[in-house]
T-cell receptor
Framework: GAVVSQHPSWVICKSGTSVKIECRSLDFQATTMFWYRQFPKQSLMLMATSNEGSKATYEQGVEKDKFLINHASLTLSTLTVTSAHPEDSSFYIC?????????FGPGTRLTVT | GNSVTQMEGPVTLSEEAFLTINCTYTATGYPSLFWYVQYPGEGLQLLLKATKADDKGSNKGFEATYRKETTSFHLEKGSVQVSDSAVYFCALSVETSYDKVIFGPGTSLSVIP
């Protein structure tokens, strides 16, 4: 069965609003989770590394004030897209590493109108 | 830094043709190498992987050999099927970089009957 879940699986929001996406590791603890986004017909681009109990590490070019990451427990990381705009519409995916295996969340499709 | 380069697509093949998708990488340290597949409308799935030089990953008739001397991890299949039509992503992770996965740009494959 699935070892990583994401919620919601899809969301439509209006421009200017904020959206929170959850990534949960099921049945195991994860000190590190990775957030990616995938634009249509493009590859997955790493946005940030979420570390339990400390600040996330953002990749170059990713605005930390726009994409807020909170890794409050060993099984949950959240990504909040603040003041969303249509260009933020994308597929957001978390990946969790466990015993040298990478486990993909099913992804969250965000559409900003 | 760490990066992955793939041959540009789209690639169109007839059924039962031989497939090669080239992948080369740049990495600091000793990466693990992966091929992921994304079928239309779905998320990424791990296809195969290799964790050290000269290892061969294989799955569903696909193979790839970790070549340290040429920093390559080319994907091959002897006889493709229509159901292999998908986008294929080469990727790497390096333990010294918190195992975050770096994806190549992806290569779209279409197999026609």
């Amino acid at each position: 069965g699935a070892v990583v879940s994401q919620h919601p699986s899809w969301v439509i929001c209006k421009s200017g609003t904020s959206v929170k996406i959850e990534c949960r590791s099921l049945d195991f603890q994860a000190t590190t989770m990775f957030w990616y986004r995938q634009f249509p017909k493009q590859s997955l681009m790493l946005m940030a590394t979420s570390n339990e109990g400390s600040k996330a590490t953002y990749e170059q070019g990713v605005e930390k004030d726009k994409f807020l990451i909170n890794h409050a427990s060993l099984t949950l990381s959240t990504l909040t897209v603040t003041s969303a705009h249509p260009e933020d519409s994308s597929f957001y995916i978390c990946i969790v590493e466990r015993e040298s295996e990478q486990y993909f969340g099913p992804g969250t499709r965000l559409t900003v109108t | 830094g760490n990066s992955v380069t793939q041959m540009e697509g789209p690639v169109t093949l007839s059924e039962e043709a031989f497939l090669t998708i080239n992948c080369t990488y740049t990495a600091t340290g000793y990466p693990s190498l992966f091929w992921y597949v994304q079928y239309p409308g779905e998320g990424l799935q791990l296809l195969l992987k290799a964790t050290k030089a000269d290892d061969k990953g294989s799955n569903k008739g696909f193979e790839a050999t970790y070549r340290k001397e040429t920093t390559s991890f080319h994907l091959e299949k002897g006889s493709v099927q229509v159901s292999d039509s998908a986008v294929y992503f080469c990727a790497l992770s390096v333990e010294t970089s918190y195992d975050k996965v770096i994806f190549g740009p992806g290569t779209s494959l279409s197999v026609i009957p």
